[in-house]
């Protein structure tokens, strides 16, 4: 089954500066990587995804990058805010059985990002 | 459009008993899934349901297993509870476009 490698698995920056988090993914089939945000108490929340057909998605300070051939993925933030702070979780469904379009997904184990005011 | 509910929100049980968890999806989301997060351990996918079918399976025991019903809403149950199952077990309902949206969770703790 897939298997999704996350690093850092704890990630430390000033106010500003930039945070890089990368996911590496085993399933060649996998067609779909969404990131979730999940703060200290809340749900999992979407923060970007990107498909398979797709290099790079931007999303105001959040960017995404997929690189198929050698199966990793990574988060971009850029001008962290102390509001960043949170876990962050990447993810990599390949399709589904019988025809559907995703299958289950598979998360990585989180990177505990923390902005320093 | 309400989110994706989960009740209860806190349990607690002791060694030996069952539970039953139960989520209700976004309205129109036929899929469902359940996951058990840990600090160790992240987010471990238990399975998914389908139209009332279980479509995907994750690597647990057979004492979790969860059901659908024919209004989508999913339970989920666990039988001679070990304290390793304490968690958050957290359900997503899943739109088209493939994106899971999360519940706020029951946490469970087994005494």
């Known amino acids: 089954g897939e298997n999704v490698e996350q690093h850092p698995s704890t990630l430390s920056v000033q106010e500003g500066d930039s945070a890089v988090i990368k996911c590496t993914y085993s399933d060649s089939a996998s067609n779909y990587f969404p990131w979730y945000k999940q703060e200290l108490g809340k749900r999992p929340q979407l923060i970007i995804d990107?498909?398979?057909?797709?290099g790079e998605k931007k999303d105001q300070r959040i960017a995404v990058t997929l690189n198929k051939t050698a199966k990793h993925f990574s988060l971009h933030i850029t001008e962290t805010q102390p509001e960043d702070s949170a876990v962050y979780f990447c993810a990599a469904s390949s399709p589904g059985a019988g025809g559907t379009s995703y299958g289950k997904l598979t998360f990585g184990q989180g990177t505990i990002l923390t902005v320093h005011p | 459009k309400a989110g994706v509910t989960q009740t209860p929100r806190y349990l607690i049980k002791t060694r030996g008993q069952q539970v039953t968890l139960s989520c209700s999806p976004i309205?129109?989301?036929?899929?469902v899934s359940w996951y058990q997060q840990t600090p160790g351990q992240g987010l471990q996918f238990l399975f998914e349901y389908f139209s009332e079918t279980q479509r995907n399976k994750g690597n647990f025991p057979g004492r979790f297993s969860g059901r659908q019903f024919s209004n989508s809403r999913s339970e989920m149950n666990v039988s001679t509870l070990e304290l390793g199952d304490s968690a958050l077990y957290l359900c997503?309902?899943?739109?088209?476009?493939?994106?899971?949206?999360f519940g706020s969770g029951t946490q469970l703790s087994v005494l």
């Open positions: 990107i498909r398979s057909n797709v």
């Open positions: 309205s129109g989301h036929r899929s």
């Open positions: 997503a309902s899943r739109g088209i476009g493939g994106t899971l949206f």
